[in-house]
């Protein structure tokens, strides 16, 4: 009865994951550009909420794009505390993602369950059960978060071209808008469309300081923060911009250079760390398809299921602390 159970939970976010694939198709194909159209109107809007001329801005300017296609889960997201939406706003915008919130929890939801129901028929240990069904539904997340990190990989390794162009237009004689402006017409990709985004807040009335504070909520750099904060600091103290900005992009490549050299210098710890995170799975794997009974007793008897859920939790543990100690920072 519980197996029949969750089997129609499964089935029924399989069919709420086929609908909202379905709806983002659709609206996707007939309305190409009405998610940005939104989006920037309301980020432009929200900027002057000081201002008496606010009460201009229309509803289609203060709505925030859906967090799923589907409007029950839409209104059921919509409950989540403020602060928990915009930072998984922010995750899916960095992740460079076109797809709603609802589909990715959807998505987790049902490997979570899948695995979980798998897993139990075949070995009836609810340990391993639990711990295959978390590991399966932190899949989409470690997708995102892979495709976050290579979008900020990317930014951060513009940045400096990017700086270069700024000073250089500075020195030209042209302004600190309009070489941001350069920069972002001529390197493209995450750079480019960050730098495009601010030069339009500048351009809807936001201050520069603004517009700049607000890039660094978008994009989690440590060196455009320095960025910002400099030329906020000299836009009040007065200075020598231009010069600030080169010695900033010296720094950042610099900076860079080192951590080549750091990773080239922890390749083999990297390495050993990652045999030795797949080591335990391989063996199982191995020793399951040689000698089947060799392992069943692991999962027939009380005393063994306990045994495989604390090596799990065990190997799980080893893992983390593997992957922290060759992380190095730079």
Not at 145 to 153: D, F, G, H, N, V
């Amino acid at each position: 009865m519980n197996i029949i159970f969750l089997l129609a939970v499964i089935f029924f976010i399989f069919v709420l994951l086929i609908i909202e694939a379905g709806l983002y198709a659709y609206r996707k194909f007939r309305y190409p550009f009405r998610k940005q159209i939104r989006e920037r109107l309301f980020a432009y809007g929200e900027e002057e909420e000081e201002e008496e001329e606010e009460g201009m801005i229309t509803d289609l300017q203060r709505k925030k794009p859906p967090l799923s296609g589907v409007p029950i889960l839409n209104t059921l997201l919509q409950q989540l505390p403020s602060r928990i939406i915009e930072k998984l706003r922010l995750f899916l915008n960095q992740a460079d993602t076109r797809l709603p919130l609802g589909f990715y929890l959807l998505l987790t939801l049902l490997l979570i369950l899948g695995g979980f129901l798998v897993v139990i028929n075949l070995t009836g240990v609810v340990g391993l059960s639990l711990f295959i069904g978390i590991i399966l539904g932190i899949l989409p997340y470690l997708y995102l978060s892979l495709k976050r990190k290579r979008w900020q990989q990317k930014f951060e390794s513009q940045l400096a071209d990017g700086l270069d162009f700024i000073a250089r237009a500075m020195r030209a004689g042209n302004a600190f808008t309009t070489g941001m402006k350069l920069a972002a017409d001529e390197l493209g990709g995450p750079l480019g469309a960050e730098f495009r985004e601010t030069i339009n807040e500048i351009n809807f009335g936001v201050r520069i300081s603004d517009a700049l504070r607000n890039l660094v909520k978008r994009v989690d750099c440590p060196d455009l923060k320095f960025f910002v904060v400099a030329t906020n600091i000299q836009s009040e103290a007065g200075g020598n911009l231009a010069e600030i900005i080169e010695n900033i992009s010296r720094i950042i490549r610099e900076r860079a250079k080192l951590e080549g050299k750091v990773k080239i210098l922890t390749a083999e710890a990297r390495v050993s760390a990652f045999i030795l995170s797949v080591l335990p799975f391989v063996v199982m794997g191995i020793l399951s398809v040689i000698n089947p009974d060799y392992l069943k007793i692991l999962f027939s008897d009380p005393t063994g299921k306990k045994i495989i859920t604390i090596a799990m939790v065990m190997v799980l543990t080893g893992i983390l602390v593997i992957y922290r100690m060759v992380k190095v920072k730079v």
